[in-house]
Structure formats: C-alpha cells, structure tokens
C-alpha cells in the first residue's frame, strides 16, 4: 500500500506516452509512504514519465510520519527549469497487491512560501 500526495505545477501539458490512452498533464511532482518502496529513491509511473515524479519519503507503518517535501528544489533539480505556481493538489492511494483494503490518513498539509 503507499499514500501520496500529489502537487500539480503550472499548465504547460507534457505527452503521457501512447496517444488516445492516457490524456497529457502537468509537470507533477508526488511525494509518498510506501511499504515496499525505498527512502529517498525517485520513480516513474508507467505514463507521465516526463512530467511525473514519484517519491518515497518513508517505508514505516502504524506510525505518524512528518516530511519536509521541498518542492520548488524538487522540481528544480527535476526538470531544470524554474518552478511554476502550484495550481491544484490532491491525494492518492494505491491498494494493489493489498489484503482486505488499506486505512491511512493525513493529518495536515502546510505550505510554506519563499521569500
């Protein structure tokens, strides 16, 4: 099981790869608890691999987590550009190879601007 967040920046569209299938998107950058994943690694989900990337912050469970993303150096060192606004945010969990579902939540979200 892994819980993300996803923060969706600016609104330049980018090819998801096969066209017709998946429709194009935004640079997104996605840091998330995985159980089976490793700390600090980056990954690329099957579409959207050159506007996507995946990071495993943490790998505990039945803990709570806290994590400092630092997006605009994240997507910086990423993309080699400067970063956009974020333009929305939202939640993911992915359930594969899970038993019975899965239960998580997130306690807060705060973000910081740089000045």
Do not use: D
Request: hydrophobic share 35%; glycine share 10%.
């Amino acid at each position: 099981m892994a819980l993300g967040a996803i923060f969706v920046l600016g609104t330049e569209t980018f090819s998801s790869g096969p066209p017709l299938l998946v429709k194009a998107a935004p640079c997104f950058l996605a840091p998330f608890i995985g159980q089976k994943e490793e700390v600090g690694k980056t990954y690329f989900g099957m579409p959207y691999k050159e506007a996507g990337r995946y990071y495993c912050v943490a790998n505990k469970k039945g803990i709570t987590i806290k994590t400092n993303f630092k997006i605009n150096q994240r997507f910086q060192q990423e993309f080699n550009k400067k970063t956009p606004p974020i333009t929305t945010f939202g939640m993911q969990m992915n359930t594969a190879n899970t038993k019975g579902g899965a239960k998580a939540f997130v306690k807060k979200i705060t973000f910081y601007s740089q000045s």
